[in-house]
């Protein structure tokens, strides 16, 4: 980037607006105040000690493994989803890649060295992400409607590669999900990795910087010489990577593929960044957010089901969540 079209682009480190170029109403968006992290890492916190007090098995080392891996496919999508959500796009087929990755991966193992057959699995990802991106980006589509059809069509071609749930044969596939480096899951350790890169990327690159601008103010960023095109694919083939690793990674840990895996996925996603301050217009929302978002989601999900609260109050306890999230961030706008 040059010096023009850097000064167009939030410094995310500093947390300033573009002065030059962006317009004064958006300025707000392009940043996560502190105290929104904050009131994650307490909420989280808070959880945490109630359920340390009120069930013998929340703070066992097992359900805590068993915590961990039970976050991975959320963050990983969540990951993916933020960077769409920064260019005010949105993923709706990341659950459909899941599945389609999964069953793939678990299916190519029986005929192919698992390093490849792993490769090959999440470059489909990557390949379904990048169609959402041509999509939105060179014929400039709803990114809704583009994603809705598209997590439909990649449904149909998981059940057209196999009607059937398919189980691996080769014992090292289930390594990926099922052990652990100490008490931590290999799974969990690859997750922060990845939301470490994701981090280099947004404040570390002009890449970043420019999906954050795209979200911000979009004209400003073209007008500056970034682009657009270019990087909104960028951000939709980076989302259709994580789907390839997290579908790659479930269908490893459960053991089975299922070609009706990852329904509803994405609301999962969508909901950790939003609850981490992410805002669904663009241009506003940080990885350490959606870190805390994605935590906070598992956290209450592991405690539900300790609680052995059934799966449909769970859903509407989400909804809860994510709508006070929204009015959190609506009263924010107001005050600023």
Not at 100 to 113: D, E, K, Q
Not at 117 to 129: P, R
Not at 267 to 276: E, F, H, K, Q, R
Request: net charge positive; aromatic share 4%.
């Amino acid at each position: 980037m040059t010096e023009q079209q850097t000064s167009t682009v939030r410094d995310t480190d500093s947390g300033k607006a573009p002065e030059a170029t962006a317009p004064a109403s958006a300025r707000w968006r392009v940043a996560v105040p502190p105290p929104t992290i904050l009131v994650l890492i307490g909420a989280a916190i808070a959880i945490v000690v109630v359920a340390g007090i009120t069930n013998d098995s929340f703070l066992t080392e097992g359900n805590m493994t068993n915590l961990l891996r039970q976050m991975v496919t959320t963050g990983l999508l969540a990951l993916g989803m933020l960077l769409v959500i920064l260019t005010g796009g949105i993923d709706l087929s990341v659950g459909s890649v899941v599945a389609l990755t999964g069953i793939m991966s678990a299916g190519l193992v029986s005929g192919l060295p698992l390093p490849l057959a792993v490769l090959m699995a999440i470059v489909i990802g990557v390949l379904c992400g990048t169609v959402n991106g041509i999509m939105v980006a060179r014929f400039s589509l709803a990114p809704f409607v583009v994603t809705l059809a598209s997590m439909t069509t990649f449904r149909g071609l998981t059940y057209v590669y196999s009607k059937t749930p398919i189980t691996p044969t080769t014992p090292d596939f289930l390594t990926l999900g099922s052990q652990n480096v100490g008490p931590i899951p290999i799974a969990a350790i690859i997750t922060l990795l990845m939301f470490a890169l994701g981090w280099v990327l947004i404040n570390r690159t002009s890449a970043g910087r420019a999906l954050l601008g795209i979200g911000g103010n979009r004209e400003a960023v073209r007008l500056a010489g970034v682009k657009v095109q270019r990087h909104l694919v960028l951000a939709y083939a980076l989302s259709g990577l994580c789907a390839g690793v997290a579908g790659v990674i479930l269908a490893s840990r459960v053991g089975i593929a299922q070609p009706s895996l990852g329904q509803g996925f994405e609301l999962d996603a969508i909901a950790a960044c939003v609850i981490g301050g992410a805002s669904l217009s663009g241009g506003r929302g940080t990885i350490g957010g959606t870190l805390a978002g994605v935590v906070l989601l598992g956290l209450i999900d592991n405690l539900l089901s300790l609680y052995d609260v059934q799966s449909y109050w769970q859903q509407v306890l989400k909804g809860l969540i994510i709508a006070v999230a929204i009015l959190v961030r609506r009263g924010e706008r107001q005050n600023t």
